[in-house]
């Protein structure tokens, strides 16, 4: 059988999910046309791998896929692999396999593919479709009898793969499919199971930038550098944080987020502090952070869970943090959420301490888990996220001041995401998913030296019992 050969230089993570069994793929990342060339080659390859198989190239338009598909593919195609047929809009194989050119437009477009069966789906420019539209012709994906076979014997399945750019009406849904649940790319991984899903796919996302694409000219490099600041993120670095109105624009996956062996928690010998925002039905949230020396917030761990009482949050607190402080020999200081002080009684009973946690109260119930006080946060909005846009502002020795472990999902997930508060633009609008960045908020403030007492942190867990006073201190480890 002739080979077919195209003219491009895979990414690095593109020759990896290669060689990966995967069944939902996404190229996603910078304009150029790299991605599109990519997942055209991907079904040649099954068509002439597998004898008789059926795959489907869509876009949204049919204008679209006769510009941005067909005509490509007439050209790269040889006339002695495969013939086009113009009514059906179709490439028919000598082998039989054929690869079909569809489009979506609307919801009632998704009628001409029911009961279809395909062994490779590809959506081009998939943020232009709606998450119906991928589900649906997702379910077309199958394979049986001699079909099956030989994809068994080559070691791979029906599957996806889209190719797409930041923004459109699908944004949301294929950046919480494919990019949050690894920011950076080049994983392959699967989601956890669920009562919907209880055999969830392997997936994987392939970030891509124009410097990837080595056929693009100056020329058109220069063009994508007129557009506003929010495209030239999306279209030049592939930027997936890119949304409308939120409020902290400045974020960055590539700046702001690293790998736990960049700099591994063995590495963070500063000041720590576990951060707190309390929640039971919404969710609780706790942060990890370390200060190191040049005011650089590394946060290393999250906890994010709903209807968990205060003894339940202290506990998983105490629990996730135990390692690190037996190896360290002190514990972090915990700065919480003012609410936390409230008591159910009303009782007026006073303190000689105004800021101890009254009985009663979850700031109470965490200081009997933990063994000692936590401390009551700044809840300062306006202050806080100051202080979180000075961290995350790129310094002069050109890195920023906050980073955030790849492992901390929710955190990458919705910081960026944060809109504005439509009546005053330097706050977030508290009716979004704003509870790690209140928790944020608190250890920065806290850091930056605003709080309602000094910094007391407990004793360390090597010297309890011998003598140490439970009182004022800064850990470090």
């Not at 040049?294 to 761990?301: A, E, H, K, N, P």
Request: include cysteine; proline fraction near 7%.
């Amino acid at each position: 059988m002739p080979e077919i050969v195209y003219e491009y230089t895979p990414h690095p993570m593109q020759e990896l999910a290669h060689a990966t069994i995967v069944d939902e793929l996404m190229y996603g990342g910078a304009k150029g046309g790299g991605k599109s060339r990519m997942a055209r080659a991907e079904a040649v390859k099954l068509a002439l791998q597998v004898p008789g198989s059926r795959s489907i190239i869509l876009r949204q338009s049919f204008k679209d896929l006769h510009r941005a598909v067909e005509t490509h593919m007439r050209k790269e195609i040889p006339l002695e692999l495969a013939s086009y047929n113009k009514q059906d809009h179709e490439f028919v194989f000598t082998n039989g396999s054929i690869i079909e050119l569809g489009y979506l437009s609307k919801a009632a477009d998704l009628d001409n593919y029911q009961g279809a069966e395909y062994q490779l789906v590809i959506l081009e420019e998939a943020t232009q479709f709606t998450e119906e539209m991928y589900t649906f012709m997702r379910a077309q994906l199958r394979a049986s009898g001699a079909l099956q076979e030989r994809l068994e014997e080559l070691g791979i399945r029906p599957r996806s793969i889209c190719t797409t750019n930041p923004g459109g009406i699908g944004h949301h849904w294929v950046k919480k499919r494919f990019v949050d649940p690894y920011p950076r790319g080049g994983k392959v991984f699967r989601v956890r199971p669920t009562e919907e899903d209880p055999n969830p796919r392997t997936r994987v996302f392939i970030p891509a930038k124009v410097d990837d694409n080595p056929s693009l000219g100056t020329d058109y490099v220069h063009n994508l550098r007129q557009l506003p600041p929010e495209k030239q993120r999306a279209y030049l670095d592939g930027d997936w944080d890119i949304i409308e109105g939120v409020r902290f624009s400045q974020w960055r996956t590539s700046r702001h987020i690293i790998d736990p062996e960049q700099i591994p928690i063995t590495g963070l010998t500063g000041r720590r502090v576990i951060a707190v925002d309390y929640g039971y039905s919404n969710p609780f949230a706790a942060v990890w952070l370390c200060e190191l020396a040049d005011g650089m917030i590394v946060q290393y761990r999250e906890a994010y869970e709903t209807e968990l009482t205060a003894r339940q949050q202290a506990e998983l607190i105490k629990e996730l943090s135990a390692e690190e402080d037996a190896i360290t020999g002190t514990r972090a200081t915990v700065v919480m959420d003012p609410s936390m002080w409230r008591r159910p009684d009303a009782t007026g009973r006073k303190l000689n301490d105004p800021n101890a946690p009254p009985p009663g109260s979850p700031a109470h119930d965490y200081q009997s888990v933990l063994g000692y006080a936590p401390i009551r946060a700044v809840n300062n909005r306006v202050h806080g996220w100051a202080q979180l846009d000075e961290k995350l502002k790129v310094q002069g020795d050109g890195y920023p001041r906050y980073l955030v472990y790849s492992t901390c999902k929710d955190t990458i997930r919705t910081i960026p995401a944060l809109p504005r508060d439509k009546k005053n633009p330097e706050d977030v609008d508290t009716s979004a998913e704003d509870h790690i960045a209140d928790a944020l908020r608190y250890g920065l403030m806290h850091f930056a030296g605003n709080s309602h007492s000094d910094a007391v942190s407990a004793p360390s867990p090597r010297r309890r019992g011998q003598g140490v006073s439970d009182g004022i201190r800064e850990d470090r480890f």
